[in-house]
T-cell receptor
Framework: AQKITQTQPGMFVQEKEAVTLDCTYDTSDPSYGLFWYKQPSSGEMIFLIY??????QNATEGRYSLNFQKARKSANLVISASQLGDSAMYFC???????????FGEGTQLTVNP | DAGVIQSPRHEVTEMGQEVTLRCKPI?????LFWYRQTMMRGLELLIY????????DSGMPEDRFSAKMPNASFSTLKIQPSEPRDSAVYFC????????????????FGDGTRLSIL
């Protein structure tokens, strides 16, 4: 069975600084995909970034980058130059080889302070 | 481009009433997912369709819940009769996926339906 663990219920960061949100996962499947989603207070789920288990390089998407350490089974999200609009709940999720079920972590509430 | 469209955005109804949630996936996507989000249980997959066929409904709570996808552009999730414990945010998501093939296209979510059962 797959499991996603986000150990930080809440994180605080100063505007313009970088922040790392932790995510560890557990799966017996050698092939999987890892995703990060952002959920602002308005409620929608916004896809941010994806990392495949066989990808050689860490994924980057604008100010978002994924620190993928396969041996440690971690896929931490790094947000550079934080903005006030980054304040939201962030979810790490994993998709197995079948490609169907997304397993979500419990989320990390990020607050960006001015 | 239009994203996943869900309706209604909010629904408040009394216990025992029938509730129908609607979803229009992104054009070209062949996979559709219904999720439920609560404070206690987080995000849970209820059911997954591929090419309009239910593939995995193991997350559907009980017989009171049913989901249909009559065509590639429309799906419904129905609760009958509704109970207060069904109160949650229900998300529909879509992606493109070929069954049996390794495919990690992201799932794109609608804005959700906030359901309150009194």
């Amino acid at each position: 069975a797959q499991k996603i663990t986000q150990t930080q219920p809440g994180m605080f960061v100063q505007e313009k600084e970088a922040v790392t949100l932790d995510c560890t996962y557990d799966t017996s499947d050698p092939s999987y995909g890892l995703f990060w989603y952002k959920q602002p207070s308005s409620g929608e789920m916004i896809f941010l970034i994806y990392q495949g288990s066989y990808d050689q390089q860490n994924a980057t998407e604008g100010r978002y980058s994924l620190n993928f350490q396969k041996a440690r089974k971690s896929a931490n999200l790094v947000i550079s130059a934080s903005q006030l609009g980054d304040s939201a709940m962030y979810f790490c999720a994993m998709r197995d080889r079948s490609g169907s079920r997304l397993t979500f972590g419990e989320g990390t509430q990020l607050t960006v302070n001015p | 481009d239009a994203g996943v469209i869900q309706s209604p955005r909010h629904e408040v109804t009394e216990m025992g009433q029938e509730v129908t949630l609607r979803c229009k996936p992104i054009s070209g996507h062949n996979s559709l997912f219904w999720y439920r989000q609560t404070m206690m249980r987080g995000l849970e997959l209820l059911i997954y369709f591929n090419n309009n066929v239910p593939i995995d409904d193991s997350g559907m709570p009980e017989d009171r819940f049913s989901a249909k996808m009559p065509n590639a552009s429309f799906s419904t999730l129905k609760i009958q009769p509704s109970e207060p414990r069904d109160s949650a945010v229900y998300f529909c998501a879509s992606s493109f996926h070929l069954l049996g093939r390794r495919n990690y296209q992201p799932q794109h979510f609608g804005d959700g339906t906030r359901l309150s059962i009194l």
